[in-house]
Structures are given as structure tokens and as C-alpha cells.
């Protein structure tokens, strides 16, 4: 055990093999999780973590730039409906997909900055804003329009960021990408 | 509905109505004796869970201490506390008693909640870090963050800018936001109030405030805070109260001596208020009626009737710039804001919560007096000097379906006989014998058949677990011989015989108890007296059992106990009977309404 | 049941931790097990979000080498006796320190138990810690000794939970305090024994 730097035990990996489309910069890890037969598509310098799940069953996945897609957390997830759209998720960039989190696909946006906290929920077609902040546990509903800015929190409570500090976040993103770089391995080649 | 994980709870005797009684003639230091007529008392009686004022005695055994010297089980309910220390629960820094009528009981350091979220607020530096070269730098190159400073919350990204306020320095937050209004205009403390008014008076001088022409500063009363308006119409009055008794030599009648404007009456209610000795007994003089407060300097402040501004800003803020109740509870009081005596509206107006400050306590018998319970007073240890907890005394039941009726189901089948398992765990390093009552039948609307099969029994003593151990060869018999008497099928699919225990280990019995749930359809037809034909009320499919333990074991009579009663027998031998007997309710699960 | 599979779901070690096969460990070097720790199938623990930047004492040290590790960069320490249920997840908790973003250890106690599907991002954990299932400890917590977090609470960032608590609620709250008479209901000998490759049944 202590030779072994890891214990990852394998994934069956069901379904076909999505066609991708990767930035040279993005770091993906050798354990994050590709499938469906649309498209995927990660731009520069983005960062998918181990046992991270990109979906496309239900659409076209487009992920930003400089956008970290943490552990465990599935983007694409075909809900009950199983319906499929040309867009299945796009998320904008600098966005954050937390631990555990899952968005449905089917049209669903993710604006530039927001973060989608650990175990939150964004349901198909939801139309998530710029800049928003979904706490963890939140669950936003399918179909959901939320204007820029807003933090929901407290089961559904929302309030506006009034902070003003978009500029310093994306700084702080860029830092972590770059500590991230170093950390995971990355291996884009074994999903082309 | 979620399964019921069966429960037991167990009544502290404090408010048994009857012990009660029983204990305040006799002796507190006989308890064998208190013990033995409280049973006497009981016979006949049952207790009922579901009695309102059973809500307040159950108590699951974790939450029961013991008192060593009355021999009896106490409650959260009936301890008295004494407060060992004050300490934050964020910095977990200890405060001093001393500190605590002159600051509060909020910490005064850097600790803050959410206004909006209650989560806990950060202190970060507002400036942006000069970041490019920065990171090529090695790290002893970077310059400290400086100010300003602004509270967060990581939780909700609520910021102490949204209501104006930013801070020269990352501690003592506590001290700067006491001179800060929101908005960042600038509020006097009290102590500075208190200088100012003393300038003012030098200024004048004479020592009396002014009272023909007033120094004002502000002009309008319009930023007097409730604090400052306070401390200036306790100073007003204090001036009258002394132009009075100065002034009052004649006598004047005690007529009219009852209006808010007498100084008699006044200077009842600021002693009331202020807690000082302002009442001067001996000065029972009389003068007619005084001048009330002229200008915001004396505590004058023209009631502002006009809400045109916030209707203005409601209609520009939106119901997101409004406060809910439950923020406005978190509220500190007397937070120093101008509308509504501090009470905020908008969420412009909020302030930081201090936190609220934790105590360490000890606990006390309340008969005896004895500390049953004391923490160590060190913040960051978890040790206790003195914990004398039920557990350690009181054998604990615990509650299973029986195995072998095939898959425990989640609900209870009405008139569908049912087998619990109850082990029962004993605590002490002596044999105790158990015997326990219950009702042939549950009280209340819905009365199942309850039948403990085997209502009397011993359990072993707590021995070292390395004498089990050794032992083993020899537990493993008993078990077996056991197994044997109480069943003939095999283990596991062994059928309950009355009066023969289940299972017995170390420490510990497993007996059965059959339960046959009564049908939860309220009564249509009544027999005689009137009957609630009412719907199922909350929880009233819980089946509960009321059962009556008692337990008894013998002592080693130490010289110690000098106020316990020896055994009834009266023989002076080495050993000692104490017995002690309670109520509890185990829970056993919810009846299908089906 | 009725045949042993050749290869337990367990890997027991010297030291007495059972760790399932299933568990997903990545940058092992970088997680420190006290022995007796019983990790369950889909536990995920990030060890490899090491400390990026060396800690305060050591600045001077000017490792010129590419990739010359501090002598110290455990990620994740877990005491004696802990219990990482089905699907939880660890992760060091990370930030931005002096302009450079790093991730910070995590260290736990002895006899903590997290539930199953929790995420764990806090800074610090002591003993005698119970968290229950679906909860979130948000980066950099602390949570003293004999603390109960109960089902889905939402522990927000750099929140201190002190000892004797019980905390439930989004955002957390202290909402009791552990009895005197609680403090047993913590040891996690017994649950340690319940599994693994030859597990022993729960005694009554």
C-alpha cells in the first residue's frame, strides 16, 4: 500500500465514448468520468477533478474557461425525463461545480462566476445567472431563471451579492487553477 | 412517516407530585425510607405517558444524573446550575465575571454573526493585494494586508459595506463598531458622551446643566441614538431631582404628589430603571412639579411620525431590503440606531451580532446540595472533576423486535401480538435483581395488552471485561444452559416462555415482553359515561408502555454512609440493601392505522 | 453469505485498519490513518491537495528543486478508532494566503464518526465527533471534541463548533448541548468491530 500513490478502484465505463474537444490548457484527471455520444466541450485552462461525471447523453456539454468541476459532482445528469436537447449544459467561465453537485442537462446555463455549491441541485433547462452563489444543499427547480448575482442560501432563501468583488474571486480562481495544474495529473489524451 | 426507533425514557421522581409529598417532611438523608413509602404511595396507581405533565419528566437516561447521597435519580429539570465559566463560542476565549456586568454578555473581541444568515462573520482586508508580482515573489516579500477591513460571511457573502461600515484595523472589532453607526458616521461611547456633557457643563459654569440655553450640538434631535438619549434624560433628571431637594426645604403638601411629573415619583422610577441610589429617603420634600426635557441635550426627541422615508425606500429597496422577524430577534438590543428605538426595518440597518457568550456548569442535587456534576474550568478541556451520571448507576434498557418473527415491519400490527426483546444492562459492580410492573394494559384511548413474561430477575455484576475474558469458557456455558432452560428450539428461533429470561450475558438480560396492539378506530358507540370519540390525535399511534422498575442489590455498609438507613432487618452485618425504584416509558413503535 | 469471496471487501493493516477496496484513496502518501480506522466502500479522501505552499517556519528553506516536498505535506490525518461512512468524502480545505492559494491540512481526532454521503472540508476535527449523514463541513471549520452534527446541517466556512455542542440547521447552529451522560455514546470500539472482513455482530 505504500508504494501505491493511489487507490482508485476502476469505473465501468458504461456507454459510448463522447466525442471531445479540449483546450491544451485544461487539466482533466485520468479518474473523471466521460460519457454520452454529444459532444463535450472544455475550453482553456478549466479543471475537472478526479470522479468528476461529464454526461452528454443529454445534449452538448460546454464548459467555460478556468471553470473547476470538483469530485463526484455529475454535469449532464439525464433526469427523469430523459429528454435530449442540442444544449444539454453550459456553463460559463470561472464557474465552480462544488463536490457532489449535480446539473441536469436539457438547455441548461450556468453564467460566468457562479458557484454551484457541494450537493446542490440545478434542475433541467435552469438558467442560472452571472456571478450567483448557490449554497450547498440548494436546489433549484427545472426550468428556474435566476438573475445575476443572487446567493440562495438557507433552503431557498435569496439575497443579492452586493459585494462587488468579481474581479478579486476570478483572481482567486485563477491562484487555484494554478495550484490545481501542479496537483492533478492530467490526462486529456485517454478521452480523445 | 418515518419508523420510530424504539426509545426508553425514564421519570426523574422531582416531579412525581407524590414524592414530592413524601420527601419534604422526611429526612432527605433516609432515602431507603423515602424510597420504601414512596412505593407504598404508588401502589394503585399508574403512571401515564401521555398525561401533560408527562412531557416535562421523561428523560432519556443519558440526560439523568444521580445523586450519591440521596440515592436518587435527578433531572436537567430539577438540578440547580451555578455557572463555572464564561467563554466565546468562537475564540473559545474565557471571560471574566467581572467582565461581564460591565460589557454584557456578548464577546467583545472580533466575533460576530451574520445578520442576515447567523453564520459566522470573517475580517478581510478590502484592498485588493497587489497580486501580479506577487506570486513570483517569495512569500516573506509580501506586504501585510492593510486596511481598510470589512466583515464577511462566507455562508450568505453578506458584507459589513452593504450598511456602510469599514474598519482602520483587523482587531477589536467589537471597540470600533461601538463607534460606528451604519452608514461609518462616527457614534459616541458612553464614556465619551459622559466627558462631552462634562466640557459642556465647565463650559456654563455652573455644575448644574444649563437649563435656559442650550448648548446644542446637533441642533435636531435627530441623532440622538437610544443610548445617548438615555444617558442625557438620566443626567436631566438627576439635575432636577438635586435643583429640588436643594429648593424643597418648605414642606409643601403631598397632593398631587402622584403625576409623572413629580420628583417623588421620578425618582422612583429611576432607581428603577438606573438600579442607583438615587432614591434619597431623607429628602421627603415637596415641590410641586418640574420641568420636563427641552432639547435633545436634556434626552428631548421629537417622536418622528413621518414615514414617508422609509415608504420611499421600501418602494426603492423592495421586500429584499426588508428584515424578517427572525433577524430581527438576532438582533442585539439597543444597538444604537435611530429609527424605531432600535429597531431596524431595512436590512440597511442590521448590525453584526456579537456572539453570544457560553457558559461551563456545574450541577447540584437539589435536595442535598451536593455537586453531582462539574467541569473542569479550563475552556478547552472536556474533563470533568465530578460526574455522577444515571448511566453509571441505573441499568439501561434497550429495546428490539424480537428476531425469528420474520422481518421486523415498520408499523405495528393492531391486535396482532407483537415480541419486543428488553435487555437490561447493569451499570454496577454488584448483582442487582430487577422486578418490573407494568399495566396489563397501556392507559390512554387505545389500551394494548401488555405482558412482560418474565417480570423478575437478576443480572450479574459488572465485572472487569478481562475477568470475562478469562471466563469465557465458562459464560459460554451458562449461555448454553440458559439457552436450554428457556427454550427448546434453537437459538435464535426459540419460542418465549413465561417467567424464564430470555438471554443472559456478562452484565447484561434480554427478557421478552408481548404486546398486543390495540386497533387505533376511536370508539363510536360509548358504554355509559361519556367516551372521546375524537380523530387520532398527534402521536397517539405511538405505543408506549408505562413500566415500573425496581431495582435492589446489596452494599458493602461503609463507615461513610453515616445517614443511610441499614436494611430492614436491622442486622448490623457487613452487607447493605439499597433498593430504587422508577417509572419509565419504553417506546416501542408506531400501530398501523390500516 | 454462503460462500466467503476469495478476496475480502476489506484490507486490514498491521495497524488495524480496515479499508475497502472500494474506497477511493488518492495521493495516499499523503493520508495518515492512526490505526483501528474503519473506511467504507465510495469513501473518497483527496490526499493529494497537499499543502502547496510551505508553511510559515519554513520559508526560508528555498527549496530550489522542482517538486522538492516539505518533509511534512500530509494532506489528511486521522486519529485512532474513526468511522468514514459509506460515500463521504474528505478534502483538505484551501485558500488564498498571501496572494498564493493553497490547500491547508485536515486533521481529525480519535473516535469520529462521519456519516454517510458527508463532505468534509474543515480545518480541524477533535475527538469524540459525531457527523451524520448529508451533511457539508464547510473549509476551514473547527469542530472541538464531543460535538453531534445532525442529518443534513450545513456547517458554513471557517465556523468554530465547541465542545458539548449539538448542531443542526442551514446555515449550522448550536441547537443543545451533550448531556453529562452522553459522553459514552461517542466511543466507536464497538462500531469498529461490526465490519470488515470478518465482521462481528453489534452486541445487544
Not at chain 1, 94 to 110: N, Q
Not at chain 3, 180 to 198: C, I, M, Q, S, W
Amino acid at each position: 500500500m505504500s508504494k501505491r500513490h493511489s487507490i482508485v478502484p476502476p469505473i465501468s465505463q458504461a456507454g459510448p465514448k463522447p466525442p471531445v474537444q479540449f483546450s491544451s490548457s485544461i487539466t482533466i484527471a485520468d479518474s473523471a468520468v466521460l460519457t454520452g455520444s454529444n459532444p463535450i466541450v472544455i475550453h482553456s485552462e478549466s479543471v475537472v477533478h478526479p470522479r468528476a461525471r461529464l454526461e452528454s447523453l443529454g445534449g452538448r456539454i460546454t464548459i467555460g474557461r478556468r471553470c473547476v468541476v470538483h469530485e463526484r459532482s455529475t454535469v449532464g445528469a439525464v433526469g427523469t425525463e430523459g429528454r435530449v436537447t442540442e444544449n444539454g449544459v453550459t456553463l460559463g467561465d470561472y464557474v465552480t461545480v462544488e463536490v457532489a453537485a449535480s446539473i441536469e442537462a436539457g438547455d441548461t446555463v450556468i453564467g460566468d462566476g457562479t458557484t454551484v455549491g457541494v450537493g446542490a441541485k440545478v434542475g433541467r433547462g435552469a438558467v442560472v445567472g452571472k456571478h450567483c452563489t448557490l449554497t450547498p444543499h440548494t436546489v433549484v427547480a427545472a426550468g428556474e431563471v435566476i438573475p445575476d448575482f443572487t446567493v440562495i442560501y438557507s433552503n431557498g432563501m435569496r439575497r443579492m451579492d452586493k459585494r462587488g468583488v468579481v474581479e478579486l474571486k476570478n483572481k482567486g480562481q485563477a491562484r487555484q487553477i494554478e495550484v490545481l495544474r501542479r496537483m492533478i495529473p492530467s490526462n486529456p489524451s485517454k478521452f480523445q | 412517516m418515518a419508523p420510530l426507533t424504539p426509545y426508553t425514557f425514564i421519570q426523574c421522581p422531582c416531579s412525581d407530585p407524590s414524592t414530592l409529598a413524601s420527601s419534604r417532611p422526611a429526612d432527605a438523608s433516609s432515602p431507603t425510607s423515602i424510597s420504601g413509602q414512596e412505593r407504598d404511595d404508588d401502589d394503585g396507581r399508574t403512571f401515564d405517558p401521555r398525561a401533560p405533565r408527562s412531557n416535562y419528566s421523561l428523560y432519556p437516561l443519558e440526560y439523568l444524573l444521580y445523586c450519591e447521597d440521596c440515592h436518587q435519580i435527578r433531572c436537567p429539570r430539577c438540578v440547580s446550575e451555578e455557572i463555572v465559566t464564561y467563554y466565546c463560542p468562537n475564540c473559545l476565549f474565557e471571560v471574566p465575571s467581572s467582565n461581564l456586568k460591565s460589557e454584557g454578555n456578548r464577546c467583545t473581541r472580533s466575533c460576530f454573526q451574520c445578520p442576515i444568515c447567523i453564520g459566522p462573520l470573517g475580517v478581510t482586508s478590502l484592498e485588493k493585494p497587489a497580486d501580479a508580482n506577487l506570486l513570483a515573489a517569495p512569500d516573506n516579500a509580501a506586504s501585510p494586508p492593510s486596511g481598510p477591513y470589512i466583515l464577511i460571511c462566507s455562508y450568505c457573502n453578506w458584507s459589513s459595506t452593504e450598511i456602510g461600515i469599514q474598519f482602520d484595523k483587523p482587531n477589536s472589532i467589537h471597540a470600533q463598531l461601538a463607534k460606528m453607526r451604519n452608514g461609518g458616521v462616527t457614534r459616541l461611547t458612553a464614556k465619551e458622551r459622559k466627558e462631552k456633557r462634562r466640557e459642556a457643563a465647565a463650559q456654563s459654569g455652573t455644575g448644574v446643566p444649563p437649563t435656559a440655553a442650550p448648548t446644542t450640538t446637533g441642533g435636531d434631535g435627530q441623532d440622538l441614538d437610544v443610548e445617548a438619549q438615555f444617558a442625557n434624560l438620566k443626567h436631566f433628571y438627576q439635575g432636577q431631582l438635586a435643583d429640588a431637594n436643594a429648593a424643597g426645604a418648605s414642606s409643601l403638601s403631598s397632593l398631587g404628589d402622584l403625576g409623572f411629573a413629580s420628583p417623588n415619583s421620578l425618582s422612583r422610577i429611576m432607581s428603577i430603571y438606573t438600579g442607583g441610589s438615587l432614591h434619597d429617603k431623607k429628602a421627603k420634600t415637596r415641590v410641586g412639579t418640574m420641568r420636563e426635557a427641552l432639547d435633545s441635550d436634556e434626552g428631548f426627541k421629537l417622536a418622528d411620525l413621518d414615514e414617508s422615508g422609509a415608504i420611499e425606500k421600501l418602494h426603492e429597496e423592495g421586500y429584499d431590503g426588508t428584515v424578517s422577524s427572525e433577524q430581527l430577534s438576532n438582533q442585539p438590543p439597543n444597538v444604537g440606531e435611530v429609527q424605531l428605538h432600535g429597531r431596524s426595518r431595512f436590512a440597511s440597518e442590521l448590525r453584526p451580532i456579537p456572539y453570544l457568550l457560553r457558559t461551563k456548569r456545574s450541577k447540584r442535587c437539589p435536595i442535598c446540595r451536593h455537586i453531582i456534576s462539574k467541569p473542569e474550568a479550563k475552556v478547552q478541556t472536556t474533563r470533568f472533576r465530578i460526574r455522577l451520571v444515571a448511566g453509571s448507576y441505573i441499568p439501561s434498557i434497550a429495546i428490539r423486535p424480537l428476531p425469528g418473527g420474520g422481518p421486523p415491519p415498520d408499523t405495528l400490527q393492531p391486535l396482532r401480538p407483537a415480541q419486543f426483546l428488553l435487555t437490561f444492562k447493569n451499570p454496577i459492580f454488584e448483582t442487582v435483581k430487577v422486578t418490573l410492573a407494568s399495566p396489563a394494559t397501556t392507559p390512554g384511548r387505545f389500551a394494548s395488552k401488555v405482558t412482560v413474561l418474565c417480570p423478575q430477575f437478576e443480572i450479574d455484576a459488572n465485572t472487569d471485561v478481562w475477568d470475562e475474558a478469562l471466563n469465557k469458557d465458562g459464560d459460554k456455558e451458562r449461555r448454553r444452559r440458559k439457552g436450554e432452560d428457556s427454550g427448546s428450539g434453537p437459538a435464535g428461533g426459540g419460542q418465549a416462555e413465561a417467567g424464564k429470561i430470555w438471554e443472559r450475558g456478562r452484565n447484561w438480560v434480554s427478557i421478552v415482553v408481548e404486546v398486543v396492539p390495540a386497533s387505533l378506530r376511536p370508539p363510536t358507540i360509548s358504554f355509559g359515561k361519556k367516551e372521546d370519540t375524537g380523530p387520532l390525535r398527534e402521536d397517539e399511534d405511538v405505543l408506549e408502555i408505562p413500566m415500573f422498575v425496581r431495582v435492589e442489590w446489596e452494599v458493602d455498609a461503609g463507615g461513610d454512609e453515616v445517614g443511610s438507613v441499614p436494611s430492614k432487618d436491622k442486622d448490623k452485618e457487613a452487607k447493605e440493601k439499597r433498593e430504587l425504584a422508577y417509572w419509565c416509558v419504553l417506546g416501542l413503535g408506531r400501530v398501523s392505522q390500516g | 453469505m454462503s460462500r466467503r469471496p476469495p478476496r475480502g471487501e476489506y484490507i486490514e493493516t498491521d495497524t488495524g485498519n480496515k479499508v475497502a477496496r472500494k474506497a477511493t484513496l488518492v495521493g495516499t502518501q499523503n493520508i495518515m490513518l492512526g490505526g483501528k480506522t474503519v473506511i467504507q466502500p465510495e469513501v473518497m479522501i483527496r490526499g493529494d491537495l497537499a499543502r502547496s505552499v510551505p508553511s510559515s517556519s519554513s520559508t526560508a528553506s528555498s527549496s530550489g528543486a522542482a517538486g522538492g516536498a516539505p518533509p511534512n505535506n500530509t494532506a489528511v490525518a486521522i486519529g485512532r478508532y474513526c468511522f468514514l461512512s459509506r460515500g463521504c468524502c474528505l478534502r483538505p480545505p484551501g485558500r488564498l494566503y498571501k496572494g498564493a492559494f493553497t490547500y491547508m491540512p485536515l486533521r481529525m481526532g480519535d473516535h469520529v464518526y462521519i456519516g454517510p454521503g458527508t463532505v468534509v472540508q474543515a480545518a480541524s476535527i477533535g475527538s469524540h465527533v459525531h457527523i451524520g449523514q448529508r451533511v457539508v463541513v464547510g473549509e476551514f471549520a473547527i469542530i472541538k471534541d464531543y460535538v453531534r452534527i445532525l442529518d443534513e446541517t450545513v456547517v458554513p466556512p471557517n465556523m468554530v463548533i465547541p465542545s458539548f455542542s449539538i448542531v443542526a440547521g442551514q446555515p449550522a447552529r448550536v441547537v443543545g448541548e451533550v448531556p453529562e451522560g452522553g459522553h459514552e455514546a461517542f466511543e466507536l470500539r464497538e462500531l469498529y468491530k461490526t465490519v470488515g472482513n470478518n465482521p462481528q455482530p453489534a452486541p445487544s
